[in-house]
Structures are given as C-alpha cells and as structure tokens.
C-alpha cells in the first residue's frame, strides 16, 4: 500500500512540474501565432490544474450499494456467530457427557468406549469444517462485493470524465496520498450523487 502511495505522490509531483514547465516556456517563446493554451469551462477546477481526486472513506460510507451490501455482510456474520456458539455448546455437552460415563465406568467395554471416543472426534471435525465453509462463504461474498464496487467506482470516474476531462484522478484515504488540497479538487461527493442514482436505477429494474 505504501508503494502504490509513492507512485501516486511521484506521478503527481512530475505531473505538476511538466505543467509549470510548459506554462513558462510558452510564456517565454510563444508568440502570439504559435501560443496554444488549454480550454477549460470558467471556474472549473481543471482551469488551474487539470487533476481531481476522490476520498474513498467518504464515497464508501454515502454509496447505498456498499451500505446495503455491508449490512448484509454483518448479518450473515452475526449468524455465523451464533451456529458457532451453538455448536461449541453442543460439542461441550457430548465432552461432559463421555467424561461422566468414563468417570462412572459406564463403557461395558474397550470397543464401545473407543466407539463414543471417535463419534466424538468426528463431531468435533464436522463442526470445525462446518464454520470454516461458512467463514469461507463470508469471505467469497466480501471479495465479491469489494470488486463490485471498485468496478463501479472506475466505470462511474470513467463514464463522468468523458466530459469532465481531467488528465489525473487521484484516490485518497485519510492523509495517505494527498495532504492538501483544494475543495474545487474534490469530486466525491459528485461521484456519490452519480453512482447513487445509477445504484437506485438498477434496484428499480
């Protein structure tokens, strides 16, 4: 994670230095035949910088697909929790169970004590092999809802860029990539509005 970070800051630092170094030269050279400038909408971000980023924390937490998904997720974890503490009490009691008899010298003999001993073997094994197809299940859905979103995140940037036309679109968590920056900068909450609306549109289908 800290790599890809370097790479992100590198990127960003060369792309600023490309642009100021192209800004006095042309102001130095140019003359008023050859002098080309970029055209952005007034009041645009990109009229400063052609660049935008998005706070991931902040989409995840107002994206309804990821709410929806995550409460799913926790809801299928909580059951979890409870087959497994179910289980763990049931395995308990068949423990208690096979000590009480072995204490009272209730096994008439060596085969039905070693019978009772694997039965319980067994359920130990199918319980433990049980929570882990289910801890596996949760595990699959998770991975499959975070590529869902990122999906979703990099075809609704796309989609809005077709006419935003930003060269750079920075993800930022936290202070991981971008320290400061501009409000004009951030598009998140444009990028909500527009993957809620599509999230919206798809659950009316």
């Known amino acids: 994670m800290k790599n890809i970070s370097y790479i992100i800051n590198g990127v960003l630092a060369v792309a600023i230095i490309v642009l100021f170094i192209l800004f006095f030269t042309s102001n130095k050279n140019s003359t008023p035949q050859t002098t080309t400038t970029l055209a952005f909408s007034e009041g645009d971000s990109t009229s400063v910088l052609p660049i935008a980023y998005v706070n991931v924390d902040t989409l995840l937490t107002h994206y309804n697909f990821y709410k929806d998904s995550f409460e799913e997720l926790a809801a299928e974890e909580k059951k979890i929790t409870a087959t497994a503490e179910q289980k763990k009490r049931q395995l308990e009691s068949e423990y208690n169970t096979f000590n009480q008899k072995l204490q009272k010298n209730a096994f008439l003999s060596q085969e039905q004590f070693d019978s009772e001993a694997n039965r319980i073997r067994n359920l130990e094994a199918n319980i433990q092999n049980s929570l882990q197809k289910l801890q596996a299940d949760i595990m ?58 599509r999230y919206k549109k798809e659950q009316a289908k």
């Open 140 to 197: 699959q859905k998770q991975a499959k809802m975070n590529t869902q979103i990122f999906d979703s995140i990099r075809v609704n940037l796309n989609d809005y860029n077709k006419k935003a036309n930003y060269q750079i679109i920075f993800s930022n968590t936290g202070f991981d990539n971008i320290l400061v920056a501009k409000d004009s900068y951030d598009i998140t909450k444009t990028i909500v509005d527009k993957m809620n609306s």
